[in-house]
């Protein structure tokens, strides 16, 4: 297991390498589209773990800052599923005369150290991470031995 922290692209992310994964991968590409949501749909329940913790960590603020309201940055946490993993994702962006297209807010607020962040270790995306993982990586291997099982079975 390889954990990707403090990369360049702002992503977490834990990097499980599963006997048989590709094979089980394949298999549910070729299932029916309601098999790949139904798997998909637990993937998700497994992510909702880190990204209650995350949430339960994320500051919120007591007015409107740069056109956010209170809690935007915890509305804008949220797990995106794929059949075989789930990505972890922040999209709340903050707009500025300097930067009208917007800037990834959940970054700055993460890692700029005049907010109160730190470089390298994050305050609350990287932290809820690290806190909960443990129990999204048992979630997940508990969908992907189910849905093994399934396939092995001939469903």
Do not use: C
């Not at 994320?58 to 075989?84: D, F, I, N, Y």
């Not at 994050?122 to 999204?136: C, M, T």
């Amino acid at each position: 297991m390889a954990a990707n922290r403090g990369d360049r692209s702002g992503k977490a992310g834990v990097n499980v390498d599963i006997p048989g994964l590709k094979g089980l991968a394949k298999a549910i590409r070729e299932s029916g589209p309601e098999a790949r949501k139904a798997i998909r749909g637990r993937m998700k329940t497994a992510g909702r773990v880190v990204v209650a913790e995350i949430a339960r960590r994320t500051p919120v603020g007591r007015k409107s800052w740069k056109g956010h309201r209170p809690g935007t940055l915890q509305k804008a946490t949220s797990a995106r599923p794929g059949v075989t993993s789930v990505r972890i994702v922040n999209t709340a962006l903050a707009r500025s005369k300097k930067f009208p297209k917007g800037y990834r807010y959940g970054k700055r607020i993460e890692f700029d150290p005049a907010i109160g962040g730190t470089r390298y270790t994050g305050r609350y995306f990287y932290p809820g991470f690290a806190a909960k993982k443990g129990e999204a990586i048992a979630e997940i291997a508990k969908v992907l031995d189910d849905v093994g099982r399934a396939f092995a079975q001939g469903g």
